[in-house]
């Protein structure tokens, strides 16, 4: 079966680039470009995994994972942040984030970690 995927971030661009790399083996279900709206879309769509960025106006990733684990403790959320934010990447570990990867995204490595992470 298909897994779902929610993509958060407020790029568009980056939305591009991760929607482009997972399209062809998991079903993108939505797109959200803050914490508020990913919590909102995740209530629509419930899918099985969320790429969500850390860094977002009006609500941030870490906050935005809190509150979807706490409805939903076994959606796979991977975080994608950039290097140097060691502090809010243990924050999101907290949270409940499954994985992370890295900004500038590396494909094969953003294929990989969300692959494992829903596997």
Do not use: H, W
Not at 38 to 66: F, R, S
């Amino acid at each position: 079966m298909t897994k779902r995927v929610l993509i958060v971030d407020d790029s568009a661009l980056q939305r591009s680039i991760i929607k482009e790399v997972l399209k062809d083996e998991f079903e993108i279900v939505g797109e959200a470009e803050n914490g508020k709206e990913a919590v909102k879309k995740y209530l629509q769509t419930k899918p099985d995994l969320i790429t969500m960025d850390i860094m977002m106006p009006e609500l941030n990733g870490i906050e935005a994972t809190a509150k979807i684990k706490e409805q939903s403790p076994e959606t796979v959320i991977v975080m994608c942040t950039s290097v140097g934010q060691d502090e809010k990447m243990r924050e999101a570990v907290t949270a409940g984030a499954d994985g992370y990867v890295l900004k500038p995204l590396d494909e094969e490595e953003l294929f990989e970690t969300v692959t494992n992470a829903v596997s």
